[in-house]
T-cell receptor, first 113, second 110 residues
């Protein structure tokens, strides 16, 4: 079955450590996105990529980094510079163009103490 | 002001009720519109796309008014399983990205 896989589902880290969240899709989608969701709030865009080897900052990119070396993969690194990293992180993909809806992974819940 | 604004809710309705959610967007460059459903602690899932002509899928009807920059979702004959948060989403073709509203929470009670 085609879909998006995020791993791990739960992640615990100590403050000051970088952590990388995995996102893989086999939908052959060109575009991939990373969102952050805090309790009771909507999704905020961190980074997005329309094509391999290219990506753009979203609305809250500070303290995060990404890479898009392969079409299927779009890993997100939460660096120690991110002030409040504890959140629910969602990866999504879509076909090129705006008429295609987003397909989401199951998300990763990151807790930093 | 947020780019996509929704009724804050929560909406608490009895089974069988009709409920309507509203959404306004401020970016006139928005080209595509969607409603997503998100269950507690889960990922959002597409409920329906929204077209200018309006579209219906079973008990759900979505409307778009480009002139007023307004989107709506109507749920008829509410079921307990409709309890969720409903997210209004716009897509800006120029920027190549989607913007989400904060969502409206619906609880359908027996």
């Amino acid at each position: 079955d085609g879909g998006i896989t995020q791993s791990p589902k739960y992640l615990f880290r100590k403050e000051g450590q970088n952590v990388t969240l995995s996102c893989e899709q086999n939908l052959n989608h060109d575009a991939m996105y990373w969102y952050r969701q805090d309790p009771g709030q909507g999704l905020r865009l961190i980074y997005y990529s329309q094509i391999v080897n290219d990506f753009q900052k979203g609305d809250i990119a500070e303290g995060y980094s990404v890479s898009r070396e392969k079409k299927e993969s779009f890993p997100l690194t939460v660096t120690s510079a991110q002030k409040n990293p504890t959140a629910f992180y969602l990866c999504a993909s879509s076909e090129a163009g705006g008429n295609s809806p987003l397909h989401f992974g199951n998300g990763t819940r990151l807790t930093v103490t | 002001r947020k780019e996509v604004e929704q009724d804050p809710g929560p909406f608490n309705v009895p089974e069988g009720a009709t409920v309507a959610f509203n959404c306004t967007y401020s970016n006139s460059a928005s080209q595509s519109f969607f409603w997503y459903r998100q269950d507690c602690r889960k990922e959002p899932k597409l409920l329906m796309s929204v077209y200018s002509s309006g579209n219906e899928d079973g008990r759900f009807t979505a409307q778009l008014n480009r002139a007023s920059q307004y989107i709506s979702l109507l749920i008829r004959d509410s079921k307990l399983s409709d309890s969720a948060t409903y997210l209004c989403v716009t897509y800006n073709t120029n920027a190549g990205k989607s913007t989400f509203g904060d969502g409206t929470t619906l609880t359908v009670k027996p």
